[in-house]
């Protein structure tokens, strides 16, 4: 199975609220690092932790990593209409840092 | 400074065509990777070149694929006798050196191409 898994596979929130999503992965990492993605378009890198890291935040997304559980969560505060997207983790390991490993996404939908 | 360019965005080809993608990787990147998207999965890594050199194919299919990346041109993912399995988005990466440094772990993707078997 994946490195990385992501769930809930889909979300449906309404405009204002927050949106939390989880990614599990399975073996030691350098980094994790959440992309977003719109519908037919090409990926766009959000925010990377590094192991070492269990916090981080980035205007109204908020990532934490918790090594011990091999998890990591991503939160939009106050979510917007344009956050309608498929969101994935990626996870590089330790012994082939260059390559990525991507779950299978959370597909959010943000209600106007 | 324009991102990787990828070409053709979309391509339609019958079963049993050749299929040729290219990738333009950021100015001064030496270091480029393939990915396969699936519909509704996440990307699989496919190969990972650095200018004349394949450094690590192990994603990638042993029959029907192969991957270059030349010393002067773009990065050419070719796949022969393509079957409808092979329809899927590929996208290409690239990076300065080996990734893993910095904020933003030095990649760059593109937009990809959507591959389309009929």
């Known amino acids: 199975s994946q490195q990385g898994e992501e769930d809930p596979q889909a979300l449906s929130i309404q405009e204002g609220e927050n949106a939390t999503m989880n990614c599990s992965y399975k073996t030691s990492i350098n980094n994790l690092q959440w992309y977003r993605q719109n519908s037919g378009r090409g990926l766009v890198h959000l925010i990377l932790i590094r192991s070492n890291e269990r916090e981080k935040h980035s205007g109204r997304l908020r990532v934490t990593l918790d090594t011990s559980k091999k998890s990591s969560s991503l939160l939009i505060t106050a979510s917007r209409a344009a956050d309608t997207a498929s969101y994935f983790c990626a996870t590089d390991r330790m012994d082939s840092s260059y390559k990525l490993i991507f779950g299978s996404g959370t597909r959010l939908l943000v209600r106007p | 400074n324009a991102g990787v360019m990828q070409n053709p965005r979309h391509l339609v080809r019958r079963r049993g065509q050749e299929a040729r993608l290219r990738c333009s990787p950021m100015k001064g990147h030496s270091h480029v990777y393939w990915y396969r998207q699936l519909p509704e999965e996440g990307l699989k890594f496919m190969v990972y070149l650095q200018k004349e050199n394949i450094i690590d194919e192990s994603g990638m299919p042993k029959e029907r694929f192969s991957a270059e990346f030349p010393k002067e041109g773009p990065s050419i993912l070719r796949i022969q006798q393509v079957v409808r399995g092979d329809s899927a988005a590929y996208f290409c990466?690239?990076?300065?050196?080996?990734?893993?440094?910095?904020?933003?772990?030095?990649?760059?993707f593109g937009s990809g191409t959507r591959l389309t078997v009929v």
């Open positions: 990466a690239s990076s300065p050196s080996n990734p893993g440094t910095g904020e933003n772990y030095g990649y760059t």
